[in-house]
T-cell receptor, first 113, second 113 residues
Framework: QKEVEQNSGPLSVPEGAIASLNCTYSDRGSQSFFWYRQYSGKSPELIMFIYSNGDKEDGRFTAQLNKASQYVSLLIRDSQPSDSATYLCAVAELTGTASKLTFGTGTRLQVTL | DADVTQTPRNRITKTGKRIMLECSQTKGHDRMYWYRQDPGLGLRLIYYSFDVKDINKGEISDGYSVSRQAQAKFSLSLESAIPNQTALYFC????????????FGEGSWLTVV
């Protein structure tokens, strides 16, 4: 059974700091990796996706992928209180598609003033 | 209006009753999904459909059935609801093989008493 593991948190960081969220996955055949943000009681929304080893940056967000270690992370620079949410890691078997995602349980991030 | 619409948004039903959750989308996507979210268990895939004639079980399909009435409509049924089916249900869509994100509906809170 495919598994995606995340620390449930809460991860507490002060405003302006870097938040580091981590995710490991069990299926070595996974090819596509996604980070979703979910506010309490709301639907998940995509932050970033990454398909290749290395870093991918988008504004304050950086996704990092290491397929050899089966590890994907999300860095949030200059954390803001509005970043307080649960962050879901998700993986898919096929490259370049979000079809049939397997989700982790999420890490709750709290950004304190 | 939301691109992925779920009805009802909230429902309380009794054990043993049949209930249907409906989903419609205006995104023109061919792939549709039903996920269930429980605290501590993350999002789990119930059923998915890659086109109107295609229905596939996800990881937790027992106790559920689906119908893809049209490209834009995908309904989830609980034939005989039980309390452990109390959860937040999300319908989602993605754009074919190359769709790099899943778009979620706003969710349907279902309570089985």
């Amino acid at each position: 059974q495919k598994e995606v593991e995340q620390n449930s948190g809460p991860l507490s960081v002060p405003e302006g700091a870097i938040a580091s969220l981590n995710c490991t996955y069990s299926d070595r055949g996974s090819q596509s990796f996604f980070w979703y943000r979910q506010y309490s009681g709301k639907s998940p929304e995509l932050i970033m996706f990454i398909y290749s080893n290395g870093d991918k940056e988008d504004g304050r967000f950086t996704a990092q992928l290491n397929k050899a270690s089966q590890y994907v992370s999300l860095l949030i620079r200059d954390s803001q209180p509005s970043d307080s949410a649960t962050y879901l890691c998700a993986v898919a078997e096929l490259t370049g598609t979000a079809s049939k995602l397997t989700f982790g349980t999420g890490t709750r991030l709290q950004v304190t003033l | 209006d939301a691109d992925v619409t779920q009805t009802p948004r909230n429902r309380i039903t009794k054990t043993g009753k049949r209930i249907m959750l409906e989903c419609s989308q205006t995104k023109g996507h061919d792939r549709m999904y039903w996920y269930r979210q429980d605290p501590g268990l993350g999002l789990r895939l119930i059923y998915y459909s890659f086109d109107v004639k295609d229905i596939n079980k996800g990881e937790i399909s027992d106790g559920y059935s689906v119908s893809r009435q049209a490209q834009a409509k995908f309904s989830l049924s609980l034939e005989s609801a039980i309390p452990n089916q109390t959860a937040l249900y999300f319908c989602a869509t993605s754009a074919g093989y190359s769709g790099n994100t899943i778009y979620f509906g706003e969710g349907s809170w279902l309570t089985v008493v």
